[in-house]
């Protein structure tokens, strides 16, 4: 392979944020990226808004995926946003949530910046596609 | 990427922007256009961190010590970069990245700086961006790198290039003692650590890796011959990396418990003495040209590789070759030394 060659590759952040100990959905999502090719960072359990911005910022993820199936979106989306664009890094970072979200929370998160909210039910197919479709070119 | 633009992220990266760190190690990892650009110009304002290389078994805890060794700096008032590289699937090259879970100690601390790493189809236990990348790190004004590899079987050892201190993580009970007979991975730490030091086996699993360093030792002074295809030549295994100057470095074995941060001070001290001996003896000097020398020859390979290609695509390509090979009517050194003469010629010609 010469030195010259682009190789770009997807890179996620699949975050699990706040006091909700359920990360089944978190881990089948990290495996399903993983199999579509893209690089998957995996959070860990019970993370902070702030420990999530810095590990957006630092890995420079393209897309941030959160999960979140306590109910607590509407503290801790804003704050995840918040922190991004502290760093310069929201503008370009594709912000999905999963988890279980009202209808009419999901306008409030996407009027916040969210790109889409996946509920329950939603095929892999589905979000990896609209993750290819809307990766932000850099 | 434009020239300005590469300049602008440059600066930013200097003035201690995290946002533009992150992007230039993306782009060394992309191989994006005018990364090479950037890396050239980030190399004066680097050589000053410690890099130290952390490698083992899947499962010997590398990411859990990694993160208490950050810890340990922190708390002496340095600053940290972290790698950490991770296998990439042979199937698809996704990845999921798993280290960062374990960074515990270190949350919400930005002088911290983790990043994950696929290793991208590379085999060595680190990825072809890897070097550069703790250039980007170093060039920022980290202290102290640490460089954790791919989950190391029993020859992954790209690791001892790019560090300057090698630990090698050893599990209690990982073997008896004719393991540690065995070439490879044994043969390149700088400092031994037999992490999960309060499982059962661990005292014994030190007395082994003792046993080992000590007869290396007496053994050094036999000559090995002539070396195989694919020796490390340019790196000895650790006791004999400067058999000239009049001390070498013993490796040392220490006894950690990364969960507990048990024996991490002890390690750090170890990192430290070994520092100060590569730095009194001259062995790091001489380790930096090495690597430099090593990374030139290893552009310059790539760099004549691609222009080979050019020069293969514009002749027809492989294929057209290959047929006319298989067909006899010519054979493969006649056609490599069609491809390569006009090259050859060239440079010829413009010496003076």
Known sequence: MSAGQEQRNIRCLVAKVGLDGHDRGAHVIARAFRDAGFEVVYSGLHRAPDEIVQAAVQEDVDVLGISILSGAHNTLVPKIVDGLKEYGAFEDTLILVGGIIPDDDKETLKGMGVAEVFGPGTSMNETIEFVRNNVPER | ?352
Not at chain 2, 52 to 78: C, E, F, H
Request: net charge negative.
């Open chain 2, 1 to 352: 990427m434009s020239r300005a633009d590469t300049a602008d992220l440059v600066d930013e990266l200097l003035a201690g922007e995290h946002r533009a760190l992150a992007r230039v190690i993306t782009k060394i990892e992309n191989r994006s256009p005018g990364y090479r650009d950037l890396v050239s110009r980030l190399h004066a304002h680097t050589g000053g961190a410690e890099v130290i290389g952390v490698t083992g078994s899947p499962g010997a805890g590398k990411s859990t010590l990694v993160d208490k060794l950050a810890k340990t700096y922190r708390d002496a008032g340095l600053t940290v970069g972290v790698i950490a590289v991770d296998p990439s699937s042979p199937y698809t090259g996704g990845a999921v990245l798993g280290d960062r879970i374990r960074m515990a100690s270190n949350v919400g601390d930005m002088d911290v700086f983790f990043r994950s790493m696929s290793a991208r189809g590379q085999l060595g236990g680190l990825s072809t961006a890897t070097a550069d990348a703790i250039k980007a790190l170093d060039a920022f004004g980290k202290d102290r790198i640490i460089v954790e590899t791919v989950g190391a079987g029993q020859n992954e050892i790209d690791v001892v290039r790019t560090a300057d201190t090698v630990a090698v993580l050893v599990q209690p009970g990982s073997g008896d003692d004719v393991q540690m007979l065995k070439a490879g991975i044994l043969e390149i730490g700088d400092v031994f650590v037999v992490n999960k030091a309060d499982m059962e086996g661990a005292s014994r699993t030190v007395a082994e890796l003792e046993e080992m360093i000590h007869l290396r030792e007496d053994g050094t002074n036999v000559d090995a011959g002539h070396h195989g295809p694919d020796v490390l030549d340019d790196v000895a295994p650790a006791e004999t990396r400067d058999a000239g100057s009049e001390e070498a470095w013993t490796p040392r074995v220490v006894e950690t418990v990364a969960t507990s941060g048990e024996g991490v001070d002890d390690l750090v001290g170890a990192f430290d003495d070994h520092y100060d001996y590569l730095e009194s003896t001259g062995a790091l000097e001489e380790k930096a040209r090495t690597r430099y020398a090593e990374e030139i020859r290893q552009l310059l390979r790539s760099d004549a590789a691609s222009l080979l290609e050019e020069e293969l695509d514009r002749r027809g390509g492989m294929d057209e070759l290959v047929s006319s090979v298989l067909d006899r009517e010519t054979d493969p050194y006649t056609v490599a030394d069609d491809v390569i003469r006009p090259l050859a010629d060239c440079v010829r010609d413009r010496r003076d």
